[in-house]
T-cell receptor, first 113, second 111 residues
Framework: EAQVTQNPRYLITVTGKKLTVTCSQNMNHEYMSWYRQDPGLGLRQIYYSMNVEVTDKGDVPEGYKVSRKEKRNFPLILESPSPNQTSLYFC????????????FGPGTRLTVT | DAKTTQPPSMDCAEGRAANLPCNHSTISGNEYVYWYRQIHSQGPQYIIHGLKNNETNEMASLIITEDRKSSTLILPHATLRDTAVYYCIVRGLSGTYKYIFGTGTRLKVLA
């Protein structure tokens, strides 16, 4: 089944403890991106990747890192999480930059205390 | 990228057509209109997109005005499972290809 998977789905952690949220897609998509969703603010793009080893900042990149060493994986790294990074995170992928349909993962609910 | 304006919420009776409006008065000629929906806190789901012409697929129809400043998503026979937040997005196929999600319209389908 074609899908985008994220792990973990739920995570509670403490301030400053490094964490990684994994994202994987099995559709051979070139384009992948990360969003965060907060009440009243909609989805905001954190980082995106147009292909392997090509990443760029979205609208809210501060406090996050990404890497794209393989086409299928696009992990989101929080080196030193803070409470303001408590949010619902979504990974998405599409065939290419200009593809019309973006496929979203199920989401990761992160709480930083 | 153009900004969109949508009503924050709408109700629709089950079995009736749901018409969700979107204003995108600053859209430029090479920008597409996309609709996604999000059920509860699941990942958003693509519905449909269009450039100038009206479009229809198995999920919905998209009507774009001639001046392209607004559009309407039509769910022809709304069911309870269509209760969701619907996002109208305008995006060009150049530059960053960025999707800008607003806060959408919360559609409630009533039994």
């Amino acid at each position: 089944e074609a899908q985008v998977t994220q792990n973990p789905r739920y995570l509670i952690t403490v301030t400053g403890k490094k964490l990684t949220v994994t994202c994987s897609q099995n559709m051979n998509h070139e384009y992948m991106s990360w969003y965060r969703q907060d009440p009243g603010l909609g989805l905001r793009q954190i980082y995106y990747s147009m292909n392997v080893e090509v990443t760029d900042k979205g609208d809210v990149p501060e406090g996050y890192k990404v890497s794209r060493k393989e086409k299928r994986n696009f992990p989101l790294i929080l080196e030193s999480p803070s409470p303001n990074q408590t949010s619902l995170y979504f990974c998405a992928s599409s065939l290419g930059q200009g593809a019309h349909e973006q496929y979203f993962g199920p989401g990761t609910r992160l709480t930083v205390t | 990228d153009a900004k969109t304006t949508q009503p924050p919420s709408m109700d629709c009776a089950e079995g009736r057509a749901a018409n969700l409006p979107c204003n995108h008065s600053t859209i430029s000629g090479n920008e597409y209109v996309y609709w996604y929906r999000q059920i509860h806190s699941q990942g958003p789901q693509y519905i449909i997109h269009g450039l100038k012409n009206n479009e229809t697929n198995e999920m919905a129809s998209l009507i774009i005005t001639e001046d392209r400043k607004s559009s309407t998503l039509i769910l022809p026979h709304a069911t309870l499972r269509d209760t969701a937040v619907y996002y109208c997005i305008v995006r060009g196929l150049s530059g960053t290809y960025k999707y800008i999600f607003g806060t959408g319209t919360r559609l409630k389908v009533l039994a």
